[in-house]
């Protein structure tokens, strides 16, 4: 397992990159593909009159694929969005692509006409291959998801996320110590400690080592589902055909990423769900999401075991990498802008100026729910969202939204939407406080209905 390096592993990158992006290749392409896409987007372009929203003009074949930035495209989206309009339409090779720029839109299509905007994208090719088709971000909008999405409410939603306080708070005061006593291992500190608390929660796992294998494991999955879910990196998602070649071919180096990949995947999602059997069997289970369904079934429930495995793994995948981005986000802040950081410690002070604050406190220390607020919005740890698919045609003020497309909703560019948020680029939690600065003032927009998702 552990002798792919680091190197190998980039070079995966580098040569599925370089695949994709061989002339020769694509010469021989041309001339079958040329006559299906041609079909393709006269039948894409317009319906009943209405027109396909504007979008940058696609190149021959490969439509925009190059227009989009493979890092940080949330700021070409943005400019897209001001450029062409809250709706962008976008096409790489046959896949067609709706990026929605503004909340407006996205609350109307996403929520509101949330019965055809649920459904997940084809899995592609290269998730697939890599262990990660029965993700929730990728299953269809079917029976099986719909489990796996109860499973997920019953164990987190808002109504009984309380229970998971005491593992939170124990694993935060650790970590408190560890900056006090340790400051300059803070990035792995705070990484293990994430992922310590959903372990806890999900698998009823208590970590005992700083650096416990499990978490490793877990980052290891995390790290590989987001290259594998790169729209556009990989050339089998547009030639499915080549996951059949053999990995003795040269540039073949993204197929024995996707082997180890799913290898990995099957330990972090089978050997942590057998730890919590095991840790039944023998009675030194603590309670976690994993232990309450396995007993709901001894108890006569029939929860298909892989239901309960995928949802664990997808729990722990959804988890930590968000928190965790947020917390940095948040310590980022900080050690930029003492006076916040000044007042936010004013505030603890106040409310409590001889103990740790507890999560009954929240109530009484706003400034620093605004701050918690003020980092969704500057930073949203899904900047793009998960893509959706739309599953029938549709329109919207006059324009046409094709059946099959992809709906990427800029969730980045809606939080740094100027006409919402003045000078959205600056950090101000204050934009979320009254005029008197003793209580929270959300008129201005909660960015937590962007930042988590827009449809519910
Ligand atoms: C700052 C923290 C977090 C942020 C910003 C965040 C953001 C998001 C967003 C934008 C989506 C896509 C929603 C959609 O497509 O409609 C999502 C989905 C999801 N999140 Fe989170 N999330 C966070 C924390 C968590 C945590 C702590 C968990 C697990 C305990 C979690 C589990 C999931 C799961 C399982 C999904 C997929 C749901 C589905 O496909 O139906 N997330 N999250």
């Not at 997808?314 to 940095?328: F, N, Q």
């Amino acid at each position: 397992m552990d002798n792919i390096t680091q190197t190998q592993s980039d070079s995966v990158a580098d040569s599925a990159q370089h695949l994709f992006s061989n002339k020769t290749y694509l010469d021989l392409l041309v001339v079958g593909v040329t006559i299906a896409v041609t079909a393709l987007i006269r039948y894409a372009s317009t319906s009943n009159g209405l027109k396909l929203p504007p979008g940058p003009t696609p190149a021959f074949i490969v439509g925009n694929m190059n227009d989009i930035p493979v890092f940080e495209e949330w700021h070409t989206l943005s400019q897209w969005a001001k450029r062409f309009g809250e709706i962008v339409y976008l096409r790489v090779f046959g896949t067609k692509m709706l990026v929605i720029g503004s909340y407006r839109v996205a609350n109307e299509l996403l929520d509101k006409r949330g019965a055809i905007y649920s459904d997940r994208p084809i899995t592609p090719p290269m998730m697939e291959m890599a262990g990660f088709a029965n993700s929730l971000t990728v299953m269809g909008n079917n029976s099986d998801y719909r489990l796996r999405r109860r499973l997920f409410e019953q164990h987190f939603r808002y109504s009984v996320i309380d229970r998971h306080q005491p593992t939170q708070i124990r694993e935060t005061h650790k970590l408190l110590r560890k900056y006090l006593e340790s400051p300059e291992s803070w990035l792995l500190d705070t990484k293990y400690t994430i992922g310590a608390i959903i372990l806890d929660i999900v698998y009823g796992y208590r970590v005992t080592s700083d650096r416990d294998e499990w978490v490793e494991i877990g980052e290891r999955a995390g790290t590989n589902f987001q290259r594998s879910v790169k729209p556009g990196a990989w050339a089998v998602d547009v030639l499915p055909i080549l996951r059949y070649v053999p990995t003795w071919l040269p540039f073949t180096g993204w197929k024995t990423f996707a082997l180890d990949s799913t290898e990995r995947r099957k330990i972090q999602v089978d050997g942590a769900f057998e730890m919590v059997k095991q840790a039944m069997k023998e009675g030194t289970a603590h309670p976690s999401m994993v232990s309450r369904y396995l007993e709901e079934n001894e108890n006569g429930g029939d929860i298909p075991e892989v239901a309960i495995m995928d949802m664990a793994s997808d729990a722990y995948g959804g988890g930590v990498e968000t928190t965790l981005s947020s917390i940095y986000g948040f310590l980022l802040q900080m050690t930029k802008h003492r006076s916040i950081q000044q007042k936010a410690q004013a505030e603890l002070d106040r409310i409590c100026p001889d103990r740790l604050p507890t999560f009954d406190d929240r109530k009484k220390l706003p400034y620093i729910e605004a701050i918690a607020i003020e980092v969704g919005r500057w930073h949203p740890g899904v900047p793009q969202g998960i893509a959706h698919r739309l599953e029938k045609d549709d329109s919207f003020e006059g324009q046409f939204l094709p059946e099959g497309s992809l709906v990427i909703p800029n969730i980045w560019g809606m939080c740094h939407d100027e006409e919402t948020y003045e000078n959205a680029n600056v950090f101000n939690p204050d934009r979320f406080m009254n005029a008197a600065g003793d209580a929270i003032d959300l008129s201005v927009h909660d960015p937590r209905q962007m930042v988590f998702g827009v449809s519910h």
